[in-house]
């Protein structure tokens, strides 16, 4: 599989990303252990988590990361995967926090869990608005010369602070963020192409967009109030089921049913499409949802796919 090199930096990864909050949530270590396993089997090799995975589970996190590492260290792979993983996101025990302090011992304790000597791609889950931004690169920077962390990525942080951040990495010759992880799909797409897409296009992000099928919305699985408790996300897409969202679904069903697919296929194509995007992020808690995601890279989308899911979606 063709591998798609991340900004300007040594890492090359196939093109979907595999996003592990699912892991010590939905899925225990056994069955996480089987998705992972099948998921590197189909030829892919850049797996997400974050510090606090699964936090809503258990108050504090740190699941998520340490099925990752005990499936590293029983498979002995840890040359052959990218991993990244993010620091700053709240729990119940601290709320947002991007301080130098808070950085410094959370990547201590994500590298423990995760039983490796260094992080790939470590993000800045979500912005805390107030540390100042040379104090979170200066960490950044910290941790990278120790060898802990190879690149740093921005998630959850506002076009200003994203801009300030390059700014004074610039006067400051501090570590550059290289990776976006912003909220973008089919029926999320304002926020992201009118605030980030000029800020990626400038400084050369790669994208990796969360929610990449609107909490399972764009799989089709959720088209009417009766389907919302098919499982444990089903009410997180409400919002969806207006003419909109109903529109989208019924644009991909014509698109996947072109090209002998399923909607989650397409919809993490007409991602694949957009410019910088890298590998969307996305779960599966069995392998026939695997199947659905594998597909994405090998279809290519025509013009005709295209303007239809462009004209419903936006």
Known sequence: MKKVKLGNTGLEVAPINFGGNVFGWTLDEEKSFEILDAFVDGGFNFIDTADTYAWWVNGKGGQSETIIGNWMKARGNRDRVIIATKVGSETKEHPFDISKKHILKSVDESLSRLQTDYIDLYYTH??????????TLSAYDEVIKAGKVRYIGASNVSPQRLTESFETAEKNDLPRYVALQPHYNLVERE???????????????SVMPYW????????????SEADLGKSVRGQG?????????????????????KHNSQPATIALAWLLSRPFVAAPIVSA??????????????????????????????
Not at 126 to 135: I, L, Q, R, S
Not at 191 to 205: D, N, R
Not at 237 to 257: F, H, I, M, Q, T
Not at 285 to 310: M, S
């Open 126 to 135: 979500f912005d805390d608005n107030k540390t100042p931004v040379e104090e």
């Open 191 to 205: 926020g992201y192409e009118s605030q980030y897409a000029p800020l990626v296009k400038k400084y050369g992000l």
């Open 212 to 223: 990449s099928l609107a909490a399972g919305f764009l799989t089709g699985k959720y088209r």
């Open 237 to 257: 897409v409400r919002k969806y089921l207006n003419p909109k969202g109903l529109a989208v679904l019924d644009a991909l069903d014509k698109v996947s049913e």
């Open 285 to 314: 808690t069995n392998k026939n949802q695997l199947k659905a995601i594998f597909e994405a890279p090998k279809v290519q989308l025509d013009a005709e796919d295209l303007a239809l899911l462009e004209k419903v979606s936006f």
